[in-house]
């Protein structure tokens, strides 16, 4: 602790998962998340962990399934096509219920798109992309730093609930250099407990003193009545993390707020910039940046819209995702404006401020 | 009075959801049997595919899991690189394997991972009702072949033991038939050698079951037999393609 290294954010978050007991990591190469899989060939031998280059992202996946289904904490990263593929698996997780972490380095789309940084894969992330009911729970880191912490958030999330959590960073995040503080490594003996808190479902032998054992890691329910039973308990488990686990960071939010913008990750890094510069002219405008964008902060948003916020400013690096959940918690009652940038470009402040100025 | 015949322990009291006639069950008890005789109940592990033996997990007395189709290969590997101290199997039928999971089974393979792979062709997909799989044989009439198998149009089956026995990394690879006791005793000690070779940390072990399909082929089980091996065995030969525990190592 207290040692600041500067660091891509691609080996930043190996690094932290490698500190947070991930000991097992299956992965495919692809721009622009290179770094996290070279990062991690070269480090999970020195800590005797399992580093594999699976022959696809399909592979991969599931190879974290079958890692996941034994209890131990696994990861597997990609970048949005990657990702693409990896939604059968993504489900399968979902289904049985199966704690592991996915990092998504974003990149611009759709197809094979480009290798610059875009957020065009937040419907992806956050309402579906694989089939059948389900969730995960996603986090967008807008720094180094935080794209580190959440290594160790998103494991603990996971086992909590046992289900999938995915990092929402992109091409920005990940090859950007900044300085980042790690915690400290977890022990041998810590990993070894946080396995057999899974001992009661997962695959592992006899010989533990628990006796004999049929656990079952599976998705399929082929009686109606039961795979009802299983949906809705799944139900129950996003409800609770709904209640539990939102965050958002509040920037400069007040009660005189004329101007409330919400952005996510790389963008609201640039929203700071632009409206810093905007409430240095003597406006006042303040920025919700959800930190989870699944659950989603709808009424730690609606809460900012007081009677003196005029309008509400939707800043995205694509075509407009987000804006749609913004929309269901501003629910009306001021008028939501959206600008976006694709292709892998990333807007100027000049160009923030220009569209919050034409609203003055 | 003694016993002389007895569910192995390894098999669960629930019953089969096989039809009359199909040698999922045989595969089963002979995977069962020999998991007992090496005394591997404790630590044994398997993966069930997509099929009509995706309740596999069901049926094995030990933990499980149920891959998506054709990803049982990779699921092992995660799951015996994640406890190595277990033994895993992936139980897996010619649409899963051959078709679907290609990929995942040649790169098992040629990774040599530590975990045995039991394929069972019957040469149709079964559980979806009878259409056309990787193996079926050319001129063989199935729902998405029903002018007969057109070798010309859609290829000809694929031989997985012979596409797996160009890698250098597969440690035992044998194809067996199910189709009459002798056969049945045959494929015993074949199921036995991959488990042994799995308990010592051999490598990468595959065992193809030569099978049969009677709803499906429209046949009863003896006709079943019949025809396939009239018509199976010459286009999918038994043999022992590799032993690398053995002196020669090759066939």
């Given at each position: 602790m207290g040692n600041k290294v500067l660091m891509k954010g691609n080996e930043a978050v190996a690094e932290a998962a490698i500190r947070s007991g991930c000991r097992l990591y299956f992965a495919y190469p692809i721009t622009p998340q290179s770094e996290l899989i070279e990062y991690m060939a070269k480090m999970m031998p020195k800590v005797k962990g399992t580093f594999l280059q699976a022959e696809s992202e399909v592979a991969a996946i599931n190879m974290v399934y079958g890692a996941a289904g034994m209890g131990k904490r696994v990861m597997t990263s990609s970048s949005s096509p990657g990702i693409s593929l990896k939604m059968e698996g993504i489900s399968y997780l979902a289904g049985a219920r199966l704690p592991a972490v996915i990092i998504n380095v974003q990149r611009g789309g759709p197809g094979l798109g480009d290798i610059q940084p875009a957020q065009g894969d937040y419907f992806q992330a956050t309402k579906g992309g694989g089939h059948g009911d389900y969730r995960l729970i996603v986090l967008a880191p807008s720094s180094v730093q935080e794209f580190a912490d959440m290594a160790s958030d998103s494991f603990d999330l996971a086992d909590k609930y046992r289900v999938p959590v995915m990092i929402l960073s992109d091409g920005l995040l990940g090859q950007m250099m900044e300085p980042v503080e790690f915690k400290e490594y977890k022990t041998d003996k810590e990993i070894e407990e946080l396995g057999k808190q899974h001992y009661d479902w997962c695959i592992h032998t006899n010989e533990d003193g628990k006796g004999h054992h049929h656990n079952e890691i599976n998705s399929l329910e082929i009686d109606p009545n039961v795979l009802e039973r299983h949906v809705l308990n799944l139900e129950q488990i996003y409800k609770e993390i709904e209640k539990n686990e939102v965050k958002h960071e509040e920037y400069n939010i007040n009660d005189n707020n004329e101007f409330v913008c919400v952005a996510f990750g790389t963008a609201a890094r640039i929203v700071k910039s632009a409206i810093d510069d905007l409430n240095a002219e003597g406006r006042n405008i303040g920025l919700i940046r959800p930190i989870t964008v699944w659950p989603y902060p709808y009424k730690e948003i609606a809460k900012t819209i007081h009677g003196n916020v005029k309008r509400v400013f939707v800043f995205?690096?694509?075509?407009?995702?987000?804006?749609?959940?913004?929309?269901?918690?501003?629910?009306?009652?001021?008028?939501?404006?959206?600008?976006g940038k694709v292709g892998g470009l990333v807007f100027t402040p000049e160009e923030i401020k220009e569209k919050i100025k034409a609203y003055l | 009075m003694a016993i002389i015949a007895k569910r192995p322990d390894s098999l669960r009291e629930v019953s089969f959801t096989y039809c009359p006639g199909c040698m999922h069950g045989v595969a089963h008890r002979l995977i069962a049997e020999t998991v007992d005789e090496l005394g591997l109940k404790n630590q044994m592990t398997?993966?069930?595919?997509?099929?009509?033996?995706?309740?596999?997990?069901?049926?094995?007395?030990?933990?499980?899991?149920q891959a998506a189709h054709g990803r049982a290969p990779a699921v092992a590997t995660g799951m015996k690189r994640a406890r190595p101290e277990m033994n895993v199997f992936t139980y897996q039928g010619d649409g899963d394997l051959a078709a679907i999971g290609t990929a995942e089974i040649v790169h098992a393979a040629n990774r040599g991972e530590h975990i045995s792979v039991f394929f069972v062709n019957n040469a149709i997909y079964g559980m979806t009702g009878g259409q056309m799989a990787p193996t079926t044989l050319p001129g063989m009439k199935t729902t998405t072949s029903p002018y007969g198998r057109d070798a010309n149009d859609i290829g000809y089956p694929v031989r997985v033991c012979e596409l797996l026995n160009t890698l250098e990394a597969p440690y035992y690879i044998e194809r067996v038939s199910l189709l009459s006791v002798p056969e049945i005793i045959k494929a015993k000690k074949a199921v036995q050698k991959a488990l042994t070779y799995n308990k010592e940390g051999r490598g990468f072990t595959f065992i193809e079951f030569v099978s049969t399909c009677p709803t499906n082929w429209g046949l009863d089980p003896v006709k079943s037999q019949q025809w396939a091996k009239e018509n199976m065995i010459p286009f999918f030969k038994p043999g022992v393609f590799r032993d690398k525990g053995t002196e020669g190592g090759q066939k």
């Open positions: 995205e690096l694509n075509l407009g995702q987000m804006v749609e959940d913004v929309k269901l918690a501003v629910n009306g009652k001021v008028p939501v404006e959206f600008m | 398997g993966v069930a595919p997509v099929g009509c033996s995706v309740f596999a997990y069901k049926f094995f007395d030990f933990d499980m899991a």
